[in-house]
């Protein structure tokens, strides 16, 4: 009861058992989010060469300089020219190519959203949207970086996947799995920047629409995907700590959502907690709400309320709007209770 009594006493969750979380977090390594794209892309242009990148001026702020140096027959750039960048993957992908774009999530689905809806969708050919430096990843660089609206932009065109893996070692698998999707869709692919908690094995299973059970629990469903599957693992042990059994659900997928997995986690909780670094509108939360739009489970969304964030770091940012494992912790004593 006293745990529980710190735990409702936070706004955001800063005090609920900051020593454990933070003795946690530290157990586990940090690796930048561009440098491993970089890398896995630079590896599987050894294994094949069936894909193009192309860049905005982007190279070595994607973390592919190198691939270019290794291949510059396949790396064409742009210029700061993201809606003719899409064009122009579109174009190669109706040549029989596989592009793979390669830019800000800001840019990639704001300022060149018309040409992936039409250039791209509509023609429904195979080109890989990757965006960059996505939610608060490039906190520093304020609103015009700062992407919290991408994933809703981007579900919400047909023909679209849309997925967000949640560490580097995803990232990795889920380049390989996107380069290896069946059928001629174009795919979104949202990633951070800088460094992220690296927390996945490196067999861990990932197949593009199927989300990934990491923990069982009964009394509450976590279910994320990008950065936040590892607060929301810190905060299922912190919560199985003090006799809380917590389910955690990798999201990586949003679309086409895995709705089976949803529907069996829910079934089993008392109550479910949607976690993203994303608007609460349009987002992982919402397609959570759709797929149980006939349910009954009490169900909370923890994102980016509809507000512009401060600039700033990354880590502190997400803390101070409680995209933190504290604050999820906090909001499933709350929903429980």
Not at 8 to 28: C, K, Q, V
Not at 313 to 330: D, H, Y
Request: hydrophobic fraction near 45%; charged fraction near 20%; aromatic fraction near 6%.
């Amino acid at each position: 009861r006293a745990a529980k009594a710190s735990f409702m006493n936070s706004p955001h969750g800063e005090l609920a058992a900051p020593d454990r979380i933070a003795e946690r977090r530290a157990a586990y390594p940090l690796k930048a989010i561009r440098q491993q794209f970089g890398e896995s892309l630079l590896a599987l242009a050894g294994e094949r060469s069936d894909f193009i990148a192309l860049t905005a001026d982007l190279m070595h702020a994607t973390g592919i300089a190198q691939f270019g140096a290794a291949y510059p027959d396949r790396l064409i750039n742009l210029g700061v020219a993201e809606q003719n960048m899409t064009g122009v993957a579109a174009g190669l992908a109706l040549c029989g190519k596989l592009p793979v774009v390669c830019g800000y999530a800001a840019f990639t689905t704001l300022r060149a959203v018309e040409q992936a809806k039409l250039d791209c969708a509509y023609n429904n050919v195979r080109v890989i949207l990757v965006g960059q430096s996505a939610g608060l990843s490039y906190g520093v660089g304020g609103p015009s970086h700062q992407t919290y609206e991408d994933v809703a932009i981007m579900r919400a065109i047909p023909n679209m996947t849309v997925v967000a893996p949640s560490d580097a070692v995803e990232v990795d698998r889920m380049l390989r799995a996107c380069l290896d999707w069946p059928g001629s869709t174009p795919i979104y692919m949202r990633l951070g920047r800088g460094p992220e908690h690296v927390f996945n094995a490196p067999t861990a299973a990932l197949d593009v629409g199927k989300a990934v059970l990491l923990r069982e629990g009964s009394d509450i469903a976590l279910i994320a995907n990008g950065a936040m599957v590892f607060e929301a693992l810190l905060a299922a042990e912190v919560l199985a700590d003090e006799g809380i059994g917590a389910s955690v659900l990798n999201m990586h997928t949003v679309k086409p959502i895995d709705a089976e997995a949803v529907r069996a986690v829910a079934t089993r909780a008392q109550a479910l907690l949607v976690v993203e670094e994303h608007s609460v509108f349009g987002g992982l939360g919402s397609a959570v709400l759709e797929v149980l739009e006939e349910g009954h489970v009490p169900l909370r969304r923890i994102g980016i309320e509809d507000r512009y964030p401060p600039i700033g770091p990354t880590f502190e940012l997400r803390a101070s709007l409680g995209l933190s494992a504290s604050n999820i912790v906090t909001q499933a004593w709350r929903l429980l209770d």
